[in-house]
């Protein structure tokens, strides 16, 4: 009996009142749902999945729970637990109103709940974040037990939570990380989408994007930061715009209007361009255009471009959605001969033949299926035809696009494995060359000619920030204190980010948990995060928690994004986000994720992040000393070992300044004119 009350899962998964198993939540129709993941399974397999689903229920259920998880299984190709999802709808609630026992565990339940507030979430009901598959964990069981333990833990004991599985809490050290996290680790062997997807059938993996299985996702307002800073690079380096110029009168087409890809619209015109994006969910269109981020709709091209013509001629900023495919819209652009001056694509190639990607002649519901209305989509009833129908459609997508850009439109693939889809589709032209993509594509990635050399190899990257009490007060001095930390004539990369700082609270960016994102380097994070933890010290605001999206310069090996200016030969290994994960552990963050796949899909990248609460201790200042620099210089020392030039420069900077507290190795650079000959050289 007592054994049976201490029991977590019982404490974490039944009604308390009856001690029976909770009564399941009505669903909410108007919620986006995800699509059926696919039939994976043989019996043995699915009953495999069942009796590990099984393993969080207490045995007086399982002849309940046994039927409802096949049901699930069948239906959704996945369980997700839903009779355990919680009735009241998870939302970042100030800290203060979570049970726990260290301030670092409430701090944490608020993040997860963030990640799953439908406000914020892309498919809430199977705890989808962003990124079309990108969850907090697997189910809700699981959900639940980690609230549970979160609620339990003590400032010497770490959570260890594998594919979100809490595999429990265990005896640690105060200034050890309170959660360490792994999402979605397949050994080599098993290391792609097939492997991955039996896995997750089997309940044994999740996919966990970046900060959705890293939980720390701020909403879209983190996206819309990196997107503006891209296509204002975009237009100073392909369109020649002045450094303290606007898009004014450019024209820049895309689409996607869901998670990270809906920040375009906002983006675009906070950069002062015009922007047209095409999205075939209806949903993602009218909750943008809700949020007042995207700001005219039409499923009409000739209206739309009329639009365009006019915002061209006043030079004003406008943000249009075209409701349908996407290869329409650059089939009508080729066709009308428009004007474009930049181009790219966000749909979730990343997930392409899995519900990402939308192929030309389908609508949404008949690619994805309308669960509202009991429909299946052709994902589910027809795997094979619907493989090739995405094959033929992202085909005419790159033909089209191929011929804005003879036309001289500049495109860039947005990280969203768009090139390596086409190249998979059979376009093998799209690849430098066919027989070795590691040599990459004939469009650029914006990591290559943008992020990377222009952001990240000078270690700038995404620092973000939440104001644990939710208070608006709290942002609005957070923003304060911030930008007294910055100096707008240090480089263009602090004046972008110092003006946008400055406008943040006029554009309304806050959705979700009250948080700020914006870029700074190694020396940027600490100064801010010093600053704000002695806010906190003081009184001034309530606890804040920092943290950054895994796509910075150390955290993330992804040879077709985060690492793709990484030229020695070195963007197949991931020795850099494992190193820096490990690094960040041993430096005491509260929160340490390393993942698979994040943003790119299962065996394309490993990628990682943290989480730091801000207590206002002197023993947190410094973890942000130690931690923060490390973070983003492992980044830059590799970067620079890579040979590339502004690394090379910020290393050689830090070890003028840091010469007693350690040294980092710099190349010797071979002369490239002298070994042309070598191989050929007869003496
Ligand atoms: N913005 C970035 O910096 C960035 C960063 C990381 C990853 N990405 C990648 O960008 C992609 C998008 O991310 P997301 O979170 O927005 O995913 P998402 O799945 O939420 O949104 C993609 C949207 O594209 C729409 N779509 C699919 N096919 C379409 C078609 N043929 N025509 C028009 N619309 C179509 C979908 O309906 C969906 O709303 C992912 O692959 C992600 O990994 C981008």
Known sequence: MSEKRTDPLRTALLDPLTNGLPIPNAMERSFDRAPHRGDVLNDGEMLLSIKNALRYIPNEFHDTMAKEFLDELKTKGRIYGYRFM?????????????NGRCIEGKAVQLMIDNNLDPDVALFPYELVTYGSNGQVCQNWMQYRLIKRYLEELRDDQTLVVMSGHPLGLFPSRKDSPRVIMTNGLLIGEFDDQDGFNKAAALGVSNYGQMTAGGWM?????????????????????????????????????????????????????????????AEVNDRQIFKRQAQGWVKLVSDDLSTIFGWVEEYRRSEEPISIAFRGNVVDLWKYVVENN??????????????????????????????????????????????????????????????????????????????????????????????????????????????????????????????????????DEDLALTDAAALSCMDPERS??????????????????????????????????????????ELVRNGDVGPVMIGRDHHDPGGTDSPYRETAN????????????????????????????????????????INGGYGLVLDGSKRVDDIIRSALEWDVMVGVSRRSWARNEGSIKVVGNWNKDNAERGHIILPYRADDEKLKGLLTRKD
Request: glycine fraction near 14%; include cysteine; aromatic fraction near 10%.
């Open 217 to 277: 996702y701020i909403g879209p307002q983190g996206i819309v930061h990196g997107t503006y800073i891209t296509i204002l690079n975009a237009g100073r380096k392909y369109l020649g715009i002045p450094d303290d110029g606007n898009l004014k009168g450019r024209l820049f087409i895309t689409s996607g209007l869901g998670g990270m890809s809906g920040a375009q619209a906002k983006a675009v015109e906070i950069a002062g361009g015009i922007g047209v994006i």
């Open 566 to 605: 990484i030229k020695d030969g070195s963007n197949v290994t991931a020795d850099m986000a494992v190193q820096c994960f490990a690094g960040n552990i041993a430096r005491g963050m509260t929160m340490v994720v390393l993942s698979n796949g994040g943003g790119v899909g299962i065996g394309r990248s």
């Open 492 to 533: 263009a990369q602090d004046r972008d980010n110092y003006n946008w700082l400055k406008d943040a609270g006029k554009n309304a960016l806050v959705v979700g948990s009250k948080a700020r994102i914006l870029y700074q380097d190694a020396y940027g994070r600490i100064r801010i995060a010093l600053k704000l933890n």
């Open 338 to 471: 428009v004007q474009v001056e930049l181009g790219s694509d966000q749909t979730s190639c990343h997930a392409v033949y899995d519900g990402g990607y939308t192929p030309q002649g389908s609508t949404y519901a008949e690619a994805m299926g309308d669960p509202e209305k009991g429909l299946k989509g052709m994902m589910e009833t027809d795997r094979e035809g619907f493989k090739t129908l995405v094959d033929r459609s992202l085909k005419v997508h790159y033909g089209l696009i191929k011929e804005m850009v003879e036309r001289g439109m500049h495109f860039w693939d947005y990280g969203n494995s768009f090139m390596r889809s086409v190249f998979q589709a059979g376009a093998k032209d799209i690849a430098k060359n066919p027989d070795d993509t590691s040599q990459g594509f004939i469009f650029p990635s914006y990591m290559e000619d943008l992020m990377g050399p222009m952001v990240f190899d000078l270690g700038f990257g995404p620092f973000r920030w939440v104001c644990l009490s939710g208070k």
């Open 86 to 98: 919680p009735h009241e709808r998870p939302s970042a609630g100030p800290f203060y109103r979570y």
